[in-house]
């Protein structure tokens, strides 16, 4: 099973490279099921190559001229301090056994997982659904005001706080919709944060988990060549195509944990 998590690391930077996105939704579960990590263990973990994955994906966008920073650093501002927050001290303060409904013990780590698969469904549906936004090429400054991102900033946080997963797909329809970025400006300006939110959010975590760093780093550097992999095979494969099916493929995934951890245990 572990070699197999390598793979699966891999295809999670290939996703990043071919679609900007979608891959680290696949994290957790590759983490829990292929490397038999603890749930809230791998959420941190999570943090961590989705973060490091994001920053270098978001570098590549940079040197293109495809990341506003000032977006970026605005949308971040709220967004960020709720990640490092919710992984310093929520989700230590989540007891281990929740509550007892009909004889069915809720742990934090089953809890985990079912929102995961929830975030998975709906996730799996914006790729499928793969609806293009229409929005002026010219972006529009007036619309990069604080107040306007901080709901939606904290959502994000708290999304990536709890369940590791960069947020990507909340974030691209509300940097075009809100901010008015054109599309690949917003995928660009999409990573820069995943990057900053995971990143710091990982650091939250330090002093709670023992980190395996050689493990951690391993996978992280796969997953990272699969994003240049992704980068070479996206001038040859049609992007709107393989998000749909790979959105098929979320979908799929998710229903499946969810059978998993309310159904078969």
């Not at 590549?60 to 990341?67: A, H, T």
């Not at 992984?87 to 934090?108: C, D, F, M, N, W």
Request: aromatic fraction near 10%; proline fraction near 3%.
């Amino acid at each position: 099973m572990e070699i197999l998590g390598y793979i699966a690391s891999l295809l999670i930077g290939i996703s990043l490279g071919l679609i900007g996105g979608g891959g680290s939704i696949l994290t957790v579960p590759v983490m829990v099921y292929l490397f038999g990590l603890n749930p809230i263990l791998a959420t941190s973990y999570s943090l961590f190559v989705v973060g490091s994955t994001s920053l270098v994906g978001a570098f590549n966008n940079f040197r293109k001229g495809l990341v506003n920073i000032k977006a970026a650093l605005l949308f971040g501002a709220s967004s960020i301090v709720t990640v490092f927050l919710t992984r310093k001290y929520l989700v230590p303060a989540v007891p281990q056994k929740i509550a007892t409904i009909g004889g069915v013990t809720i742990s934090e780590a089953l809890l985990t997982m079912v929102l995961f698969a929830v975030l998975m469904l709906l996730a799996s549906i914006s790729m499928i659904r793969n609806k293009k936004a229409v929005v002026e090429e010219k972006e529009c400054r007036d619309c990069l005001r604080f107040n306007k991102l901080m709901v939606y900033g904290i959502i994000i946080g708290l999304v990536t706080g709890f369940l590791g997963a960069g947020g990507g797909f909340l974030l691209i329809p509300a940097l075009v919709l809100l901010l008015k970025l054109p599309m690949k400006k917003a995928i660009g300006t999409s990573l820069m944060i995943i990057a900053l939110n995971s990143l710091i959010g990982f650091t939250g975590d330090l002093g709670h988990f023992t980190i395996d760093w050689i493990f951690l780093l391993k996978t992280t550097v796969i997953a990272i060549s699969g994003i240049f992999i992704g980068g070479v095979l996206n001038k040859k494969v049609p992007g709107d195509k393989l998000k749909k099916g790979f959105g098929w493929f979320v979908l799929v995934m998710g229903i499946y944990i969810l059978v998993k951890e309310t159904l078969l245990k």
